[in-house]
């Protein structure tokens, strides 16, 4: 008999391992380097540029457990590269997704109407091959698919390892638990549908302006999900209220749509964000009234209380759990994108019971900047 696991994995025409890697275009490679070496402890990986025969950028690899992050910087103005960092500033341009099959995954998805970004290649080298393609999803974002099963070397053809004599320790960051966009008015909906009908992904939660809204601004959000749940995209797009929200605000400072923040998993949130804190990583904070009646609202949790309140670290319960996550503020002058760390403890939504309190720090920060 066929389970349901079966029946999904039996449809499932773009089957995905995870987050291959993050591709950010920064303004300047060598010192957001690092900063997510120093501030985040991710370690030295891989490298392109001018040495490597690359004439236009250069990219900087960085690894920490599963997750994989490039920073790319243009050489020279007259570049798609310089456009693009031009018009947002630092952001994420690339989400490259792990498949079984990169020709097939290009097939299946341009087929169903995805748009081309990256035509399938190959390229290879004396450590094996690497297959990849591409399409584009909302703003200027593209997903890639990466085949990596038949190469050993340390991150792909063109890249060379990248050995520092500068190696601070990780900090307990694993994978990429989610990643989510900001599209514009009306464009949730439309996106949705793209990546159900050509990434044959689920909504498989949904928020609306009532759950997700304070005295002043709100935001609409879905929950996307691949087959297998490794990948997990919630779309954001603002939804009226009495001020701007911070959809908006991004939506103005990003001057279009992309990625909001990128979720990172821990096994220990506890150290994971002592670590981060005292090199510099800077988190939005909840009154301390949010931890008065924490109990009443998420139940027993196995943490103590008191750790929690003083790093402002926030808790969740669904029906299968409870999670404990935390928010970086932007980690660019533009009030734009910001990781979430993420520590899952059975549940497998999103924080829902958090958004109020969350969105009150957001708007604060805000009104600081004069933009609510
Ligand atoms: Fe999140």
Redesign the pocket.
């Known amino acids: 008999m066929l389970t349901e696991k079966d029946t999904m994995q039996s449809s499932d025409f773009l089957p995905l391992h995870g987050t291959d890697f993050i591709e950010i275009y920064v303004g300047n490679a060598k010192q957001a380097a690092h900063f997510y070496k120093t501030a985040f402890g991710f370690q030295s990986l891989a490298y392109a540029g001018p040495e490597t025969g690359i004439k236009d950028r250069v990219s900087y690899v960085l690894i920490q457990n599963k997750m994989r992050l490039m920073l790319t910087t243009p050489l020279h103005s007259n570049s798609a590269i310089a456009e693009h960092h031009k018009k947002h500033g630092d952001g994420v341009k690339v989400l490259a997704l792990m498949v079984e099959d990169a020709y097939d995954a290009y097939e299946q998805t341009t087929k169903r109407g995805g748009v081309s970004s990256l035509e399938p290649k190959t390229l290879s080298d004396a450590n094996g091959e690497v297959r990849m393609s591409g399409i584009k999803t909302y703003g200027e974002v593209e997903h890639w698919f990466i085949e990596r099963k038949n190469y050993k070397g340390v991150f792909m053809p063109g890249f060379v390892s990248w050995e520092s004599a500068y190696n601070p320790e990780p900090t307990g960051l694993l994978y990429v638990d ?1 990643c ?1 966009g900001n599209v514009d008015w009306n464009q949730m909906n439309p996106w949705v549908a793209f990546y159900e009908n050509v990434m044959g992904f689920k909504n498989i939660l949904s928020f609306d302006d009532n759950d997700i809204s304070t005295e002043y601004s709100a935001l609409m959000s879905k929950v996307m999900s691949n087959g297998n749940g490794y990948v997990k995209f ?1 779309i954001n797009e603002p939804a009226e209220g009495k001020k701007k929200s911070q959809v908006e605000e991004y939506l103005e400072f990003y001057e279009g749509e992309g990625v909001q ?1 990128i ?1 990172i998993a821990t096994h220990d949130i506890v150290s994971t964000v002592k670590q981060l804190m005292a090199r510099g990583v800077e988190f939005l904070k909840v009154p301390n009234s949010y931890y008065d009646d924490l109990l009443d609202r998420v139940g027993p949790i196995e943490e103590d209380i008191e750790p929690l309140k003083e790093l402002g670290i926030l808790v969740d319960r669904d029906n299968e759990g409870y999670l404990l996550q935390l928010f970086t503020k932007p980690v660019e002058d533009r009030p734009t994108m910001f990781f ?1 760390i ?1 520590q899952r403890k059975g549940a497998k939504s ?2 829902k019971g958090n958004f109020k309190a969350l969105f009150e720090a957001i708007e604060r920060e805000q009104a600081n900047r004069g933009n609510l």
């Open positions: 989610h989510v919630p923040h979720a979430e993420i999103f924080g």
